[in-house]
């Protein structure tokens, strides 16, 4: 929601600009603006509907949906905001304009580059608050919504990083193809960062496994428990933007009654969400030399 009031911001202060300017970089500025607006409520649509209950046509819930519409908001930034900045910049780079009010232009990137600036904080802050290493927790959460976003603001803030330098480049050398470069430059930037927003949706939809540090605590966590004598198996992949889907073999030790093993699924349970409480649903197969059964709980 962050991403979203700051991109309707940058919108509608750059739309004013444009008008005024005639500026491409900042025409750049706001179909990136544009792009991301519109990506952000796709990611807000997603959230909601990830979060319907579970029915008869979806016994496992909505939770993966949100993969769907985080594919669908990278797709937004490569077509609208890349296309019509690649559009911009090239026709200011074989039929330039000079610029009106340039002081003007660069007030509002300046502007754009702190409101930007201010979303990417929100994120890493969001994300530092499971793992203080921002890189580990970029890789280890579950949060999509929270992932894309600072991707998207990371974008913006470059962008606007890019129109202060563009613009302070024709306010000292008047070289009005700057004013393209810069637009082209940023094409180029939300074509790449669509990439990886397009990549980390397909991975996701595909059903990608948590890092291996994750997958590690889990079997510790399990093999820790007395009654369980080995891990055979254990798949966790990302079911969710806050979800994640644990499939575990084990072995248990001999001689179990009926009790002694319900109790043994409910502590396995119990150690797997207390390494990672977005972990929402635990399947367990269950295997020792007195017997071959399977149960699975959720």
Known sequence: MVSLLVDILDVVTNLIVVVLTGSAVVFAEMAQGMADAVGSLLLVVGHRRSRRPHDARHP???????????LLSALTMLVLGAGLSLWRGLSQLFRPDALERPLLALGVVVLSTLTNGYAVSRSVKRLRAENPSLRLAYRATSLQLVKTALLQDLLGTASAIIGVFTISGYLLFDAVRLDAVGALALAGLMVAFSGILVSEARSL????????????ALVMAIT?????????????????????????????????TTSQIEKTLDRVQEAVRAIDPAVSSVSIDLNSPAFITSASQS
């Open 205 to 216: 939809i595909a059903g990608r496994a948590v890092p291996t540090q994750i997958r590690d």
């Open 60 to 70: 496992m819930g909505y939770a993966r949906e949100v993969f769907f519409w985080a």
């Open 224 to 256: 820790g428990l007395p009654e369980v004598t080995g891990v055979n198996r254990l798949d966790a992949v990302f079911s969710g933007s806050e979800d994640i889907l644990v499939d575990v073999d084990l072995d248990l030790a001999e001689n179990l």
